[in-house]
């Protein structure tokens, strides 16, 4: 898919406008975020078949059993992420389309991605080029491990649910910084773990719904 498919009317600023004006409605708050997301053309990161329901706040199919969040899900957990502060370096667990990945770029100095689908980074890679994403580092690798060399991370947002939080990638977060993520089974909550000198402490939020976390990586 090219950027070159941009449209009109359902795929333009104004509608962009009214999706942020919706996420304020929805109890969205971080000024930034909001500024960011109104910026971004989310319908360039979803199959044109699809552009003129990219703004809906639903998830829509990405291939390769993949899905793009909802714009409030991906508001929200930007928002807990940066909790109204700069972001120095991020770990993205499952980069998928690149949207969310698009949304950290604008938040933090540096984001390292990591997508365990290959087509589907190759994909990805080529569209974020062209969307002039600089500040990213996409791995195609598993993301159950990490990013060590690039390690301490100031925030981790994971975007595929797990029952269980993957121990490397707790040892990745800095002291200090907050990791963002889908857990659950059956029903899901979007979870937040906060590390401290002395630990790390966890906040249940939102009931949400997101592709499981999958080990190993797919090269075709």
């Excluded at 992420?81 to 972001?87: D, F, I, K, V």
């Excluded at 937040?192 to 009931?207: D, H, K, P, V």
Aim: proline share 5%; glycine share 8%.
């Amino acid at each position: 898919m090219s950027v070159r498919h941009s449209g009109i009317g359902m795929t333009s600023q104004r509608t962009r406008l009214r999706m942020v004006e919706r996420l304020r409605t929805q109890g969205i708050t971080d000024e930034v975020i909001l500024s960011v997301m109104g910026s971004i053309p989310r319908h360039l990161f979803v199959e044109e078949a699809l552009a003129s329901r990219a703004y809906e706040d639903v998830s829509l199919p990405i291939n390769y059993g993949q899905t793009i969040s909802s714009p409030w899900t991906v508001a929200r957990m930007s928002e807990l992420l940066r909790a109204n502060e700069p972001l120095g370096k991020v770990l993205e667990i499952g980069t998928g389309c690149g949207y969310q990945t698009a949304v950290l770029a604008q938040i933090a100095e540096k984001v390292y991605s990591i997508e365990r689908i290959g087509p589907l980074l190759t994909r990805t890679r080529i569209r974020l080029q062209e969307l002039h994403v600089r500040n990213i580092h996409l791995r195609h690798a598993d993301g159950l491990h990490g990013f060590t060399e690039a390690a301490p991370f100031d925030g981790i947002i994971m975007t595929a649910v797990s029952a269980h939080i993957p121990p490397l990638l707790l040892e990745q977060l800095k002291v200090g910084g907050r990791m963002v993520f889908p857990k659950g089974t059956l029903k899901q909550n979007l979870c937040m773990i906060q590390r401290s000198e002395a630990g790390y402490s966890e906040t249940i939020l939102e009931e949400v719904n997101f592709v499981p976390l999958l080990s190993g990586v797919v090269k075709k």
